[in-house]
C-alpha cells in the first residue's frame, strides 16, 4: 500500500464511506470553456499538472480539462488490493476536481492495457482479506461506471476479464489495431464465473445474444473482431491513440455538461443500483464462490499453465 494512501484506502474499504451521491452534482462541474469554443494554443501547452502514486501516473491538462490515468504495475497491470485502492484515490481527486472534465484511461506497460483482476489475490486467502478485494474491485466499477466526467478507454495491449471491465465501463473505447492484442470476459476459461455486474455492463455495451455467447465460451476477441461485435468503439494506429482519445473526448466535452451526464445516469441507474442495493450480498457470493476446493483448484491451474506458457 502506498504511504499516502491508508486513509483513504480504509475508507474505500469500508461500505458506504464514499457514497456515488458525495461526488460533485452532475451539473456543477464547471464548464470552464464555452462549448465548442477554440482555446488559445499557449493554454495548452502551459497548463500541465501531474501527480502519480507507485502504480498510476496522472497527468491534468488543466487547459482543455482532460486527464490521462497511465496504468503502471509491471509486470502485466494486474488489478491487486493496493493497484485498485491507489486507481479509486486518483480517480477520486479528478472526480473532486471541477476543472477535470474526461479520463483517458490507457496502460504505460507495452503491449498489455491490463490482465484483469490479479489472480493471486484470489487463491488460498483469508475470508477477510476476500471481503476486502472484492470490495475494492466493486469500487473500481462504481467509480468509472458511475463516473461523472467523460471516459475513455484507450486499449493500447491485451485486455482480459477486469482489464477489459474497467474498459467496457468508459464512454468510449479506442483500441491499438494489433491484431495480437485481445480483450474480452475470458472467466469461464479459468473455470470461474463473470459476476451480474461484469455481465451486465458488457451486455450494456454489446447486447444480449453477443455477450451470451462471449461469457459462456469465456472469448478473448482479437482487435478486428472485437471492433465487429461492438466491445470496442474504433482501431487506430497505436501511436494515434492518444491523440484521437483527447479528440473524442474534446467532442463529447463539446455538449453541455449536465445533458451529457444526465443522460449518462439515466442509462446506467438500473445496473449501478442493482450493485449498490446488494453489494455486502455480493461481496458474500464472491467468498462463497472463492473459497470452493474446486475454484481454487481450477484458479491454481491457470495460473499454472501461464507459467508453462512462459517456459
Ligand atoms: C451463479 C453464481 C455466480 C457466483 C459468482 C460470484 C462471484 C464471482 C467470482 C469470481 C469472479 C472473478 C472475476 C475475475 C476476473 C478476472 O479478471 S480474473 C483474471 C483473468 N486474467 C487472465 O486470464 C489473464 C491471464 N494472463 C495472460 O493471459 C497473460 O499473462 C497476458 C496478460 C496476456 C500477458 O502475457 P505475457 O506478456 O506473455 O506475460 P506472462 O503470461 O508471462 O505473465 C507475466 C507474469 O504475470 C503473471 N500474471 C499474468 N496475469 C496475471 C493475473 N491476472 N494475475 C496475477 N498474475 C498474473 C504471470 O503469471 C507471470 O508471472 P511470473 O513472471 O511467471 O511469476
Redo the contacts with the bound molecule.
Keep these: 500500500m502506498a504511504a499516502v494512501a491508508p486513509t483513504l484506502a480504509r475508507r474505500i474499504a469500508r461500505p458506504g464511506m464514499l457514497p456515488l451521491c458525495s461526488r460533485p452534482q452532475a451539473w456543477g462541474r464547471a464548464a470552464r470553456q464555452s462549448p465548442g469554443l477554440p482555446r488559445a494554443p499557449s493554454l495548452l501547452l502551459t497548463q500541465r499538472r501531474a501527480f502519480s502514486n507507485n502504480k498510476i501516473l496522472v497527468e491534468l491538462d488543466e487547459g482543455s480539462g482532460i486527464a490521462t490515468m497511465k496504468l503502471k504495475s509491471p509486470?502485466?497491470n494486474?488489478?491487486s488490493l493496493d493497484f485498485l485502492t491507489e486507481f479509486c484515490i486518483s480517480l477520486e481527486k479528478l472526480e473532486n476536481n471541477r476543472g477535470c472534465r474526461g479520463v483517458i484511461f490507457t496502460s504505460a506497460i507495452p503491449?498489455?492495457f491490463s490482465?484483469?483482476?490479479?489472480?493471486?489475490e484470489?487463491c488460498r486467502k483469508s475470508t477477510e482479506h476476500y471481503a476486502e478485494f472484492w470490495r475494492a474491485v466493486q469500487e473500481m466499477w462504481l467509480r468509472v461506471y458511475g463516473s461523472n466526467m467523460v471516459t475513455v478507454a484507450a486499449i493500447n495491449g491485451?485486455s482480459?476479464?477486469?482489464?477489459c471491465l474497467l474498459a467496457l465501463s468508459c464512454d468510449y473505447r479506442i483500441m491499438a489495431e494489433n491484431p495480437k492484442f485481445s480483450i474480452g470476459l475470458?472467466?469461464a476459461?479459468?473455470g470461474?464465473?463473470?459476476?451480474f455486474w461484469?455481465k451486465d455492463t458488457f451486455v450494456n455495451v454489446v447486447g444480449h445474444r453477443v455477450a451470451e455467447r462471449s461469457l459462456q465460451l469465456g472469448c478473448l476477441h482479437s482487435a478486428p473482431e472485437a471492433l465487429r461485435i461492438g466491445l470496442v468503439d474504433e482501431l487506430v494506429p497505436e501511436e494515434k491513440l492518444q491523440d484521437k482519445a483527447a479528440a473524442v473526448i474534446a467532442q463529447w466535452l463539446a455538449l453541455p455538461d449536465h445533458a451529457r451526464q444526465l443522460t449518462k445516469s439515466m442509462m446506467r441507474k438500473l445496473v449501478l443500483d442493482r450493485l449498490v442495493a446488494h453489494r455486502e450480498e455480493d461481496i458474500q457470493?464472491?467468498i462463497s464462490?472463492?473459497t470452493k476446493e474446486s475454484i481454487q483448484k481450477s484458479l491454481h491451474m491457470y495460473?499454472e499453465m501461464?507459467?508453462k506458457?512462459?517456459g
Design positions: 509486470p502485466v494486474s488489478l503491449k498489455i490482465s484483469g483482476l490479479d489472480i493471486t484470489m491485451s482480459p476479464a477486469g482489464g475470458n472467466e476459461q479459468l470461474i464465473v463473470a459476476p461484469f457470493n464472491f464462490f472463492i495460473m501461464l507459467k506458457k512462459k
